[in-house]
C-alpha cells in the first residue's frame, strides 16, 4: 500500500501536465468515437451561432447522412455546441426562427462555427388554384414586394384532395387526385420564390381527403351503416390509423421537399369533428385518436429527415386551451416534440365559446390571438418561436359577420409579434388580401388593449 501511494503521485502530475496535448484524443474516446489514424479525433465539434449577433443557438438540431437509417441527429446545448461523430459529409441545420444551413463537415473553420440566419416569415395564402391563377399570384406577388411580406403558403395536396403538380405517387394518379394542374413543375415554382428571397411553405392537407376515400372505401371514414361518411362541407375523409393513408400523405412531403420547400405544412391532420356520425377502423377512443395522429407526425418527421425541410402542423384554436384531445385527436403535448413549429388557427371567427374573460372574440382579435399563444406556450415550456399562427383576414361568419378589414388583422399580427412568435400567417380562402394593412411590420407604437386576467 505505501508502494501505490507514492506511485499515485507521479502519475497524477504527470497527467496534469499531458492532458492538454491529449486533450483531442481523449474528448474523442469520452464521445465513445476512436481517435482517426495518425491521431486526428473522428469527431468535431459544431458550433451553432446567431449570424447577426454572434450569440449561440441553443437546442439547434443537426442531422448527418443521407439515408433514414443511417441519419444521425443531435441537438446544441446552451453553448450552441454538438459533437459530429464523423470528418465529412454534410449536416443539416435548422432551429425555429432561422433559415436552414448545411454545412460541408470537412470545410468547417478550427473552431467549427456555423452560423444560421435570423428569419421571420410574414405569409400570405393561395390555394392550388389561386397559384395557378395569373392574377391572384401576381396580385398576391406584388402585394408581397410592398408591404414587407416575405412567405407564401401554398398548396400541395389542398382541401379537395386534389394533388395539383405533376406527381409520380402512384396513388395520386389512381384515385383522381391529380385530374387538375395548375403547377407544371414543383421545382421551378420553388426556385421562383427562392429568387424573390421568398421563404416557401408546401401546404398539405392530410386526412379530408375526398379522392382518396371515394376511390379507396377500405381505407376511408365510414357512417355507421356502412356507407361513406361526408363531412358538413360533404368532403369525405380518410381513416387516421390506416398506414396506407399515413404514407401517401408523407410521399407528398418528400416531393414538396424534393422540390426545395423550406417547410412542410400538414393541416386537417385531425379525426372529423363528428364523432357521432363516424366509424373508423382503428381504436375511436382518445387514446386511440391521439396515437394516431402523433403516430403520422413521428413517421413523417422520420422520413423527412434526409431533406433540410422544417416541420409545422396546423391546429385548432381551442387546442391551446383544451386538455384533452378536443375530440379529434390533436393534443398539444404529444404533438409539439414531433414538429419544429406549431400553428395554431386563431381566427376570432372560430372561438365559438370565447375564451376566460373574452365573450365577444371578433371584438377583441388581439386578445385572442395573443392569449391562446400565451396559455400553449406556458403549458409546453418552450420558445415562442415555436409557433407561427394562423390568422383571420375574412369576414366573420359565426357571430355578428363583421369584416376583417386592416384594423382587425393588423392587431392580430401585433399580438403575435408581441407574444414573440416567429412570424405569423395570413388566411383568405379566396386569396384576395386587399383588407390587408399597408405595411405587414405593423404599427408597433398602437397601444395594446389590456387583457383581462383569465381562469
Known sequence: MSDMRHFRRPALVLALVLAPVFAPVFGSLAWGLPPAPGGRAAAVTLHVVDAATGRPVAGARIVLGGQV???????????????????????????????????????????????????????????????????????????????????????????????????????????????????????????MLHARNLYAIARIVVFKDLPLASARPDLAVRLPDGRLFHDRQGMAWTDPSQPAVRQYNIAVAIEAAQAGFDEIQFDYIRFPDEAARSRFLGAASQAGRVAAVTAFLAEARRQLLPYNVYLATTIFGYVAWNRDDTGIGQQLERMAPLVDYLS??????????????????????????????????????????????????????AFDRIPFGPDEIAAQIRAATDFGSDGWMVWNPRNVYDALPASASMSATAPMPVIAAGR
Open 69 to 191: 437509417p443511417d441519419d444521425q441527429v443531435l441537438e446544441t446545448d446552451v453553448s450552441g455546441r454538438g459533437v459530429i461523430a464523423r470528418t465529412d459529409g454534410r449536416a443539416f441545420i435548422r432551429a425555429p426562427g432561422y433559415r436552414a444551413g448545411t454545412a460541408d463537415i470537412a470545410a468547417l473553420p478550427p473552431d467549427g462555427t456555423m452560423a444560421l440566419t435570423p428569419f421571420v416569415p410574414k405569409a400570405l395564402y393561395l390555394s392550388s388554384y389561386g397559384i395557378g391563377s395569373a392574377a391572384l399570384r401576381n396580385r398576391a406577388l406584388a402585394l408581397i414586394g410592398q408591404s414587407g411580406l416575405n412567405a407564401l403558403v401554398i398548396d400541395v395536396k389542398g382541401d379537395r384532395g386534389l394533388v395539383p403538380y405533376p406527381s409520380r405517387i402512384p396513388l395520386a394518379i389512381a384515385d383522381g387526385a391529380r385530374r387538375m394542374t395548375t403547377i407544371p413543375d414543383l421545382g421551378a415554382l420553388v426556385r
Open 344 to 397: 395554431p388557427m386563431l381566427y376570432p371567427s372560430g372561438f365559438t365559446f370565447g375564451i376566460p374573460g373574452v365573450g365577444a372574440p371578433t371584438r377583441h382579435p388581439y386578445e385572442i390571438v395573443y392569449r391562446s399563444l400565451e396559455m400553449a406556450r406556458r403549458r409546453l415550456d418552450i420558445s415562442p418561436k415555436r409557433f407561427r399562427p394562423w390568422l383571420q383576414a375574412f369576414r366573420d361568419y
